[in-house]
């Protein structure tokens, strides 16, 4: 038997007459998923969905867990991904006009074409387009028309972290209901870490220097490596208040060229930012977020020597310095102002020893 309508399988007192939401299933984002909870209760679900925010913030899971809660993928043999009335898009490469529209292609029916046929389970028929910054200009254009005209009964959800992006038109955005979705807090990604079965100290150090990104600390949970190259970090940084201009730079140099496609020097920067929070949290007398002991340790050091304003200071330019690399700065260049300006007029006297980056 085909399973029922997403809008008929709630019971006539109001309460769900199947298992828990699948929207409930996601880590953070409350509101959000709260907000899509609501509107399948109420059957007033949009006909477009624009859900935009960081990298691997969970819009993608987020997008798939409303599918599977629309077509009740779970009763369906082979669940979402095998169910007639579902279709996805989450390739890295460029996604052209043939895919929106077009004949059936090597991954299948085009979007328009999905759209065009009957609901094989009488329900809904949904659409995920993950990371929709990847549409061409013309691709875009033929999605716009499609949202202009959507076909009856069916959901588009669009997902992307570079909402701003040229090939994305303001008037396709106008077409969807958005929902943004920031950071997630720290001590709920170190939960639904732990609820894997993992050690507790690894899963606080990876949601610590996540940014609040339950995809990023999922894979660097599964680094065995993580804990020692964290900690190795930290003694480098705090190391550096002994050092000079010289020694900073240096350090600069070691991060930036022997970070494949300059992934030691994003993790050095998320490992410092995450250290700094930690040191303004205990410099205002807040509990801090989950981590690794030596951000406690070290932040305690920090904050008796340099009190909350210029804890902050030096947060900030931590912060300044992840957004200057997203954008596409050079790496040597962002590690060395951060390190001139953090150490250069300050030198506590309870930091560690120097130390190099461990392998």
């Not at 929207?23 to 953070?28: D, H, T």
């Not at 991954?107 to 999905?114: C, D, I, K, R």
Request: hydrophobic content about 40%.
């Amino acid at each position: 038997m085909s399973p029922a309508p997403a809008a008929a399988r709630i019971s006539g007192g109001g309460q769900p007459d199947h298992p828990p939401s699948r929207l409930a299933e996601v880590v953070g984002h409350r509101m959000q998923r709260e907000q899509l909870e609501r509107q399948v209760r109420q059957r007033a679900l949009a006909h477009a969905y624009w859900i935009s925010g960081p990298a691997r913030v969970g819009k993608t899971t987020l997008a798939l867990a409303l599918a599977s809660e629309l077509l009740q993928a779970e009763g369906w043999p082979g669940g979402l991904g095998a169910h007639p009335d579902f279709w996805l898009d989450d390739q890295q490469e460029s996604l052209g006009v043939d895919r929106v529209r077009g004949p059936e292609g090597e991954l299948g029916p085009s979007l328009q074409h999905f759209l065009s046929l009957s609901a094989y389970a009488s329900g809904p028929k949904v659409a995920v387009l993950a990371n929709a910054d990847r549409l061409t200009l013309p691709a875009a254009n033929s999605l716009l028309r499609l949202l202009e005209e959507p076909p009856r009964e069916s959901i588009i959800i669009l997902t992307t972290s570079r909402p701003d992006s040229e090939h994305l038109p303001g008037t396709l955005r106008s077409r969807c209901q958005q929902l943004g979705l920031g950071p997630v807090a720290t001590p709920l990604i170190a939960a639904w870490l732990a609820a894997g079965g993992r050690l507790e100290l690894e899963c606080e150090t990876a949601a610590a220097i996540s940014e609040g990104r339950p995809g990023l600390a999922l894979e660097l949970v599964s680094d065995p490596d993580l804990a020692s190259r964290t900690g190795g970090l930290v003694d480098s940084f705090l190391g550096c208040s002994n050092l000079g201009p010289a020694g900073w730079l240096e350090l600069s140099r070691e991060l930036a060229e022997r970070g494949r496609e300059r992934e030691l020097a994003w993790e050095a920067l998320r490992t410092w930012t995450a250290l700094l929070r930690t040191c303004c949290t205990l410099a205002a007398g807040v509990e801090p977020p989950p981590g690794p002991p030596a951000f406690r340790t070290a932040g305690e050091a920090w904050a008796r020597a340099l009190g909350l304003p210029e804890c902050l200071r030096r947060y900030d330019l931590a912060v300044e310095g992840l957004s200057r690399l997203a954008e596409g700065a050079t790496a040597r260049l962002v590690l060395d102002r951060l390190l001139l300006l953090t150490f250069g007029a300050f030198e506590p006297q309870t930091a560690a020893p120097a130390g190099r980056v461990r392998p």
